[in-house]
């Protein structure tokens, strides 16, 4: 008696399933990678060797020819030098010993601009990180 197998095995691979993931995965990373926004100003540091562990919320920039720029979630935005301590104490309050800004000022500029910024973070109880290049 010849029984014969009704269901027979497709031995055959369709790739179209794969060929989704990849595109799937293609367009998420080149939609994630345009939303990264690095630090677009060009600041000559200036350097040390000492590094802290602290992760700053914020940053403020002084180029040479002073102009004050933030990070406001990830976009530099350029304000006024009476900007930066309204916007500060909205966005994060006063008092608050958790908030940690770091600042980037060119070497080139003067002294009396850094110690400013800092004023208004000692007014505001906030810990600042004077960021700077690696020593060669």
Do not use: C, H
């Not at 179209?16 to 000559?44: G, Q």
């Amino acid at each position: 008696m010849a029984l014969k197998r009704r269901n027979k095995v497709n031995s055959t691979f369709s790739m179209s399933s794969m060929t989704d993931i990849v595109f799937l995965l293609l367009i998420f990373f080149m939609v994630t990678s345009t939303l990264v926004a690095p630090n677009a100003l060009k600041l000559l540091l200036p350097q040390s060797n000492n590094q802290t562990a602290a992760k700053p919320i914020t940053t403020i920039s002084i180029t040479k020819d002073i102009k004050y720029y933030i990070n406001d979630d990830g976009a530099l935005k350029r304000v006024s030098f009476q900007e930066i301590e309204p916007f500060l104490r909205e966005r994060y309050g006063v008092g608050n010993d958790d908030i940690y800004i770091s600042l980037y000022a060119e070497k080139s500029v003067p002294w009396d601009e850094v110690v400013k910024i800092m004023n208004i973070a000692r007014r505001n109880k906030y810990k600042m990180i004077a960021a700077t290049a690696p020593e060669n």
